[in-house]
């Protein structure tokens, strides 16, 4: 089995990251606040409690060069938490949201994060040196509903995002005097900030959990209807795919390699999805289990199965003769999975190992490296 580590840090974690040399995590265990545990002797220890927001921390991120962290709350408001001696020293970011905090992530270079909200905004936040504190510049009235996912490309211009009105939007996050127009990027660099670059009408349900490719070519996120959607050469013509599966729906995604995508979600187990020669996206296998041939007669089971689950069956009990599981149930999450983090260095494009957390407190930390019929995707 890829599962290598598997760490009982809680009852429930809402999100998680890690210290650049992987010898520390941070993670909420679904309150208000953020709990620090560092690996010592081979046994985790607690060292910091990170107290300051007043309700549920719904997104952490640990910057990897200048070790910094970033909170987002349901409480509207963020803090980036700095190291000073054996002490982690908040500043608040003046968000300006009459909604909740839903996500944060910090952009590559680190000179900037984006805070998405249930106020139909998202927020980029960047440090004015001349104030000494962190100021946010809104991008408004592009989205219909909460912003529930974002993602920085490689560039650190362009920022993805999803939204519960099942969008995903591509927008410019250019600012004078912390980015700098760069020739590679071409045209990206000379558009304005809050600049939309291109809407995606693929899903018809919530939309989560997107991701940019290594090289920045390929965008990938999730709906809540069971699919998954990948896009190609982001800009005026798109190309898209989409990948519908008979499982329960993905929360988020992580690309290990140009060609292979993990997703996660309520289904408890990672799914690994990938592409051919020709560029066709389609589904692996769980990685709980091996590879299997899946014919066209197990998916048109897929009804039925629903119709048995609709009426009370236990999505981990026995079934029906008639209902075809696409899998043996259970593994090692208990409940839904709802975050993942690359565990490779940054700027690798190979990614072999990662971790979930999920809403039964578990941290389980995967490694591809062993996987033979996973090899031709790394």
């Known amino acids: 089995m890829a599962a290598v580590e598997v760490h009982q840090f809680a009852q429930c974690i809402t999100c998680h990251a890690w210290s650049a040399d992987r010898s520390m995590i941070a993670f909420c265990p679904n309150n208000n606040e953020v709990h620090i545990y560092r690996l010592s002797q081979d046994k985790w220890e607690k060292v910091h409690v990170l107290q300051k927001h007043d309700q549920i921390v719904c997104g952490v991120d640990w910057s990897a060069r200048s070790n910094r962290i970033v909170t987002a709350s349901h409480d509207r408001n963020s803090y980036v938490w700095n190291q000073e001696g054996s002490e982690w020293v908040p500043t608040l970011v003046i968000l300006r949201l009459n909604r909740a905090a839903l996500c944060v992530q910090w952009s590559p270079k680190e000179n900037k994060f984006a805070v998405g909200s249930g106020a139909k905004t998202v927020c980029i936040c960047y440090y004015e040196q001349d104030n000494n504190w962190w100021v946010s510049k809104l991008i408004r009235k592009r989205h219909d509903s909460s912003v529930t996912s974002v993602a920085w490309h490689p560039n650190n211009i362009l920022l993805a995002t999803t939204s519960t009105d099942g969008k995903c939007r591509v927008f410019s996050?250019?600012?004078?005097?912390?980015?700098?127009?760069?020739?590679?990027?071409?045209?990206?660099?000379?558009?304005?900030?809050?600049?939309?670059?291109?809407?995606?009408?693929?899903?018809?349900?919530?939309?989560?959990?997107?991701?940019?490719?290594?090289?920045?070519?390929?965008?990938?996120?999730?709906?809540?209807?069971?699919?998954?959607?990948?896009?190609?050469?982001?800009?005026?013509?798109?190309?898209?795919?989409?990948?519908?599966?008979?499982?329960?729906?993905?929360?988020?995604?992580?690309?290990?390699?140009?060609?292979?995508?993990?997703?996660?979600?309520?289904?408890?187990?990672?799914?690994?999805?990938?592409?051919?020669?020709?560029?066709?996206?389609?589904?692996?296998?769980?990685?709980?289990?091996?590879?299997?041939?899946?014919?066209?007669?197990?998916?048109?089971s897929q009804f039925s199965e629903a119709f048995g689950k609709f009426y009370g069956q236990s999505k981990y009990g026995a079934s029906n003769d008639s209902i075809e599981p696409s899998r043996s149930r259970g593994g090692i999450h208990e409940n839904c999975i709802s975050c993942i983090m690359s565990l490779t260095e940054s700027g690798s494009s190979r990614k072999t190992r990662f971790s979930t957390s999920g809403l039964d407190g578990k941290v389980v930390v995967w490694d591809l490296e062993n996987q033979e019929d996973l090899s031709g995707y790394l």
Not at 286 to 296: D, H, P, V
């Open 173 to 300: 996050t250019f600012i004078k005097g912390v980015d700098t127009r760069d020739s590679k990027a071409g045209s990206v660099s000379d558009s304005k900030f809050g600049e939309q670059i291109v809407q995606l009408d693929l899903s018809f349900s919530w939309a989560f959990g997107v991701k940019w490719s290594p090289s920045g070519n390929t965008l990938a996120y999730v709906g809540h209807n069971s699919m998954i959607y990948f896009v190609d050469d982001v800009g005026p013509s798109p190309l898209a795919q989409n990948v519908a599966f008979r499982d329960l729906p993905l929360r988020d995604v992580l690309f290990i390699s140009e060609k292979m995508v993990i997703g996660v979600g309520f289904d408890c187990n990672p799914m690994v999805f990938a592409a051919d020669e020709r560029g066709i996206w389609s589904f692996i296998r769980f990685l709980g289990e091996r590879k299997s041939t899946l014919s066209g007669s197990r998916y048109s």
